[in-house]
């Protein structure tokens, strides 16, 4: 029973293709985000859905769209893939209590490469 | 936006204690400071959680001094299979869950 699950594990294709990343948790959370983390190692954040409801949009290229179905599912839609998107993209969740945003749970990420 | 500073790297030895110290000076009244470990190729995974004095649970302990501008992640008798990269992360839904990680800190653990 995985918590938060995400397809592709892999995904290699070549410059200006469009791209879809599905994540899908069966925590009942009600947060759900994506993540970017470089060569770096670096974590950014990309958004973050509350029920359904994007809360954070951190300065991604419009390029990038998440899309939230339900709160289980927290899509993400990559046009016009560039160099510069090869990373891995993680996808979690998290249940918010009070001022406590909560733990996040991670899915394995899904590694991007572009050519 | 809390921001985070941890070592680079640290190395050491089975059976030994390994403290890591982050630091966030400007953090807010609101955040939690929340402790992450991530083995390669896998997504990063709770270690521990506290807002101040000490938290303890079955793998670390959290120290956090009363000005809470640092956290110290505590872990007692590693083993090899505890080299990962451990990230100090702060924040708070009053920051609008923008759960913002450090660099992380490279834990090496040697036999």
């Known amino acids: 029973d995985t918590a938060v699950s995400q397809t592709p594990k892999y995904l290699v294709t070549q410059m200006g293709n469009d791209k879809s990343i599905k994540c899908e948790q069966n925590?009942?959370?009600?947060?759900m985000y994506w993540y970017k983390q470089d060569s770096k190692k670096f974590l950014k954040i990309m958004f973050s859905?509350?029920?359904?409801?994007?809360?954070i949009n951190e300065t991604v290229p419009n390029r990038f769209s998440p899309k939230s179905p339900d709160k289980a599912h927290l899509n993400l839609h990559i046009n016009s893939l560039e160099l510069g998107d090869s990373a891995v993209y993680f996808c979690a969740s998290s249940q918010v209590r009070g001022r406590n945003t909560g733990e996040l749970f991670f899915g394995e990420g899904s590694r991007l490469t572009v050519l | 936006l809390a921001k985070t500073t941890q070592p680079i790297s640290m190395d050491s030895y089975e059976g030994q204690e390994v403290n890591i110290t982050c630091s966030h000076n400007n953090i807010a009244t609101n955040d939690y400071i929340t402790w992450y470990q991530q083995f390669p190729s896998q997504g990063p995974r709770f270690i521990i959680q506290?807002?101040?004095t000490k938290v303890t649970n079955e793998v670390a302990s959290l120290f956090i001094p009363a000005d809470r501008k640092s956290s110290t992640l505590s872990l007692p008798r590693v083993s090899l299979s505890d080299t990962a990269v451990y990230y100090c992360?702060?924040?708070?839904?009053?920051?609008?869950?923008?759960?913002?990680f450090g660099g992380g800190t490279r834990v090496l653990v040697k036999p």
């Open positions: 859905y509350n029920n359904k409801e994007l809360i």
């Open positions: 925590l009942g959370h009600d947060t």
């Open positions: 506290g807002y101040k």
């Open positions: 992360l702060v924040g708070s839904k009053a920051a609008g869950n923008k759960l913002t």
